[in-house]
Nanobody, 122 residues
Framework: VQLQASGGGLVRAGGSLTLSCAVS????????TGWFRQAPGKEREFVAG????????YYEDSVKGRFTISKDNAKNTVYLQMNSLKPEDTAVYYC????????????????WGQGTQVTVSS
């Protein structure tokens, strides 16, 4: 199983980035997928998730209205569109896959990708 995250980079505050996570080695439509992030000196935290059935998204409060998670089952890819970025969004972003739905805890996710760095300058 592989989850390959990409799309990170350096952006100014107020800017946008779109992260992608290409998933292989599992039945993509059978898994919920999510994005987490870890800022320097902090614990990894949940950002957004999308259920396997119906593609219903859910978000951590601080990103609601700014981030949008979506998926393309035909491409086995999940996306995180990030708008109105703030310096506090700076972190390594990770994608993950879970058999359970609606989950936000790290331990509920079965597979993880490598991180992609997002840096937002003020």
């Amino acid at each position: 199983v592989q989850l390959q995250a990409s799309g990170g980079g350096l952006v100014r505050a107020g800017g946008s980035l779109t992260l992608s996570c290409a998933v292989s080695g599992l039945t993509f439509s059978s898994y919920a997928t999510g994005w987490f992030r870890q800022a320097p000196g902090k614990e990894r935290e949940f950002v957004a998730g999308i259920n396997r059935i119906g593609g219903i998204p859910y978000y951590e409060d601080s990103v609601k209205g700014r981030f949008t998670i979506s998926k393309d089952n035909a491409k086995n890819t999940v996306y995180l569109q990030m708008n109105s970025l703030k310096p506090e969004d700076t972190a390594v972003y990770y994608c993950a896959a879970a058999l359970r739905v609606g989950v936000r805890r790290e331990n509920d996710y079965n597979y993880w990708g490598q991180g992609t760095q997002v840096t937002v300058s003020s």
